[in-house]
């Protein structure tokens, strides 16, 4: 795989780091990006090494946002693929199976702003800067943005966003539930690596569990959520985990879970 527009490195502990690289142009999201990101998401889904995920950008940002080169160019038919093509993306993400961290210093806006809305969990530089301001452009998110963004931080606020096309300093998106953490922007990668790094010690089939029935509950009906959330739990009580968690537990001693 080539490495020009996305770094990747794997540590010995299985947590395999994305570095978006087009620092010169703020890591905006190209095709050749957006390609780049598509298989190293493949790699990490079918890699059993693989563990967990961060992403993060190289040189001053996180990801300011599409290509605007790019967008220049769309009529109606391509602006649908090529919506479609970063949803499809971004929910690969989403749905990987295994946690997967955004890092965000400098702007994470527009599709920066979504492809880290589509990871697990997001931490931030307490200088970072958020937002949606495609609408400035005459267009709308298109990469999960308008979807996202109301699933995390409510509808109003989703709106306000969206619809102002103005920005956020890190400590509102703290506030408002955008962000989990906030960290100088020195202690960042040390912070989402160690994040990581805990998470690693959870039982894997648990936390898959864990991911997808609050991503998939969150749109069923209160019944049909419980009804999910029976299933997995059900489900994990058959593991091998469960059985050593629990008798890790009894035995005053730490577990170790294998992912079966």
Known sequence: MTETNLKLNQSKTGILTLRLNRPGALN????????????????AKNDPTIKALLLCGEGKTFCAGADIHHLATLNTQAGYAFA????????????????SLAAVHGFALGGGCELAMAATLRIAADSATFGQPEVKLGIIPGFGGTQRLARLVGKGRALDLCLSGRLIKAPEALAWGLVSDLTPADNLLAQATSLLETLLKQPPL?????????????????????????????????????????SAFLEKRPAQFIGA
Request: proline letters at 1%.
């Open 84 to 99: 479609k093509k970063g949803q499809a993306i971004f929910s690969a993400l989403e749905k990987l199976g295994k946690p």
């Open 28 to 43: 905006t999201l190209n095709l050749a990006l957006l390609e780049e990101l598509e298989q190293a998401l493949e790699q």
């Open 206 to 246: 648990a936390m898959r569990s864990i991911m997808e029935v609050i991503d998939c509950g969150y749109d069923l009906d209160l019944d049909a959520a419980l009804e999910l959330e029976a299933t997995h739990f059900g489900l994990c009580c058959a593991s091998q985990d469960k059985n050593e968690g629990v």
